[in-house]
Nanobody, 125 residues
Framework: QVQLVESGGGLVQTGGSLRLSCARA?????????MGWFRQAPGMERDFVAA????????SYADSVKGRFTISRDSTKNTVYLQMNSLKPEDTAVYYC?????????????????WGQGTQVTVSS
């Protein structure tokens, strides 16, 4: 079992920035895990945002966040980050961190075995 703990959400104005963190609190060795960020707005499906592979050498992004969001990982801290810049009201959602045992970047939620509890991001217009 892998326990993931997100932090860093909050309220920000349009054009502002936030950095989300996701720490692996326990479980499988962090450096073996592929990590991803997803988001879910009220009444909507959970959508892929960004992913990073086990080594940090490969990343992928949803088209809607390319050029604005950056995913990274620090294996010394067992933590993955999502730097979000130029935020828009449509970025408002609960953001979830997830981990997959394959160690890959994948946009499919079904490939992730472990999920955090989510952190709210609200962007005001």
């Amino acid at each position: 079992q892998v326990q993931l703990v997100e932090s860093g959400g909050g309220l920000v104005q349009t054009g502002g920035s936030l950095r989300l963190s996701c720490a692996r609190a326990s479980g499988r060795t962090f450096t073996l895990l592929g990590m991803g960020w997803f988001r879910q707005a009220p009444g909507m499906e959970r959508d892929f945002v960004a992913a990073i592979n086990y080594s940090g050498g490969r990343t992928s992004y949803a088209d809607s966040v390319k050029g604005r969001f950056t995913i990274s990982r620090d294996s010394t801290k067992n933590t993955v980050y999502l730097q979000m810049n130029s935020l828009k009201p449509e970025d408002t959602a609960v953001y979830y961190c997830a981990a997959n045992r394959l160690g890959i970047t994948t946009p499919s939620p079904s490939h992730y075995e472990y999920w955090g509890q989510g952190t709210q991001v609200t962007v005001s217009s």
